[in-house]
């Protein structure tokens, strides 16, 4: 189909092409009204350098944008200059269709540049057998078999309007490389008897988390419907998720019901505000309470899956709502990760766990006093290269099957700290899917540079006019000559 922008009178089997910095939600659906063939939305090669307004505008408009239903394909795409020439052109193109005079309407029709966009047409289909993969990993504690285990989550995928430019940065790229900091700062401490602690350190990397957690849903039913001793069966003191951890000033404790008294969930929580109170008097730190709603489709944070199963978890996060238009969106890439507010927030939370690990508190330490330091100091260089290495890539669950090269490091990375590394694997059942992936979500799209059909039409009128006008004067000339001949005999005869 020919190209068009949104400025365009008619957009009816037209490819409309909008920039981010003129998108909006109005534009989007005069494009559908008018039955366009197609939409493509151009995002910046530099997230940076865009207001943060507008990509604010476009986070909170994704969830429209996959919530309505339409037959018309929408395609992203990010700018260069070629791109960004033919949208130039394309442009001008479409704004003279408002011009005043007839005349010049036809007269730039029929001698501008359009393009024809084509794409290959292939139809998506249902991708069978996919397998979400996630990973799992142990460090255990001195003073026997019936330690308490402490159990670290973060899920590993992302997600956005559309999957091959969401990278996750903050949501949850932030949550994944914290937990693999606390991996390495915790190893280091239960690899010497002396500094090893009454407690089991279990570390979960869920996959499928976007897609209601279904990673972590078949790993607790693996765990505790189909095994007969599992250290999620034995003694759980908590379950602590880690998720959107990159910015802000505040960090929220997330729970389904308040923590008792006296049970090592209610530590962690006292621990917390310590360290907060302590250390880092600039943040601002607070427990937000919402039960579990079953009537939901989907689950609000991933310490619910937890909470069904009747185990105590909580999730922090910088972000006070589960409805932040953060967590799913493609605008959430690099640039959204504040280094050393999530270094900060690390250290913050190694600090928490080790004051209840350790049992310091009760031990009468003071809350200022810092574990972490010097040698085990929270590595700023390393959490860089995490988060640089996981936003170079996207990471939504139907691009990451078992052999990604995401699945293998993350196993690799594990492996280096954590003992009894494992993988679990989740397929939807064949019978009646919780989910269901397509294929074709990344197309090459062609432009090819063409004259509009007006042109052709008045070539071949102008062909035809020239074409009279040769075949007259041919007539003309014939005319002329036989009068002339006819002339020329009447003379001689005369003569004669």
């Not at 949104?6 to 009816?12: H, I």
């Not at 979960?204 to 999620?232: A, C, I, M, P, V």
């Not at 079953?294 to 909470?307: I, P």
Request: net charge negative; aromatic share 8%; glycine share 6%.
């Amino acid at each position: 189909m020919s190209s068009r922008t949104v400025e365009a009178e008619v957009l009816s089997r037209r490819c409309v092409m909008m920039r981010l910095a003129d998108f909006s939600y109005e534009k989007y659906q005069k494009a559908l009204r008018q039955s366009a063939g197609a939409v493509v939305i151009i995002l910046p090669k530099n997230m940076s350098t865009m207001p943060q307004d507008i990509v604010q505008q476009f986070m909170e408009l994704e969830p429209e944008l996959l919530a309505t239903e339409t037959i018309v394909p929408v395609y992203f795409a990010m700018e260069d200059d070629e791109l960004l020439s033919i949208y130039t052109q394309t442009q001008v193109s479409s704004s003279s269709q408002g011009s005043s005079s007839a005349a010049e309407v036809l007269l730039h029709s029929a001698t501008a540049n359009g393009f024809q966009m084509v794409t290959s047409g292939a139809q998506s289909k249902a991708v069978s057998d996919w397998a979400i993969t996630s990973l799992e990993g142990r460090l255990a504690g001195v003073g026997g078999e019936d330690l308490p285990t402490i159990v670290v989550v973060a899920h590993y995928d992302s997600f956005g309007v559309a999957p091959w430019l969401s990278y996750g940065a903050d949501s949850n790229g932030s949550g994944v490389a914290v937990l693999l900091e606390l991996a390495r700062l915790f190893s280091r401490l239960y690899s010497h008897k002396r500094t090893q602690a009454g407690y089991n350190l279990l570390f979960f990397l869920s996959g499928g988390g976007k897609f209601n957690y279904q990673g972590t849903k078949r790993w607790l039913e693996d765990n505790l419907d189909h095994t007969e001793s599992s250290l999620l069966q034995d003694n759980v003191a908590f379950v602590l998720c880690l998720d959107t951890l990159g910015n802000g000033d505040g960090l929220h404790l997330h729970v389904s019901k308040p923590p008792k008294e006296g049970s090592p969930q209610h530590a962690l929580l006292k621990e917390l505000q310590m360290v907060v109170s302590e250390q880092y008097p600039d943040v601002k730190f607070s427990m937000v309470h919402k039960k579990i709603n079953l009537a939901d489709d989907t689950l609000a944070w991933e310490h619910e899956r937890f909470g069904i199963r009747r185990l105590p978890a909580f999730t922090l996060s910088h972000l006070e709502s589960h409805r932040s238009a953060a967590r799913n969106s493609i605008m959430d890439m690099r640039p959204h990760v504040d280094l050393k507010k999530l270094s900060r927030n690390t250290k913050l939370i190694a600090e928490a766990l080790a004051r209840v690990i350790y049992n310091l508190t009760e031990k009468g330490t003071n809350g200022d006093l810092e574990i972490f330091t010097q040698q085990m100091q929270v590595q700023e260089e390393q959490l860089a290269s995490l988060v640089d290495w996981l936003t170079t890539q996207p990471r939504a669950a139907q691009l990451v099957d078992k052999d990604s090269t995401v699945v293998s490091t993350l196993e690799y990375y594990l492996g280096r700290y954590l003992k009894d590394v494992k993988r679990h694997f989740v397929r939807a059942d064949k019978r009646d899917p919780e989910f269901v992936f397509y294929d074709q979500l990344k197309q090459t799209m062609n432009a090819y540079r063409v004259k509009p059909a007006i042109f052709d039409l008045l070539l071949a009128l102008c062909i035809a006019a020239y074409l009279g006008v040769v075949y007259l004067a041919v007539q003309s000339l014939y005319r002329s000559t036989r009068r002339s001949r006819n002339w020329s005999a009447e003379e001689t005869k005369f003569m004669l």
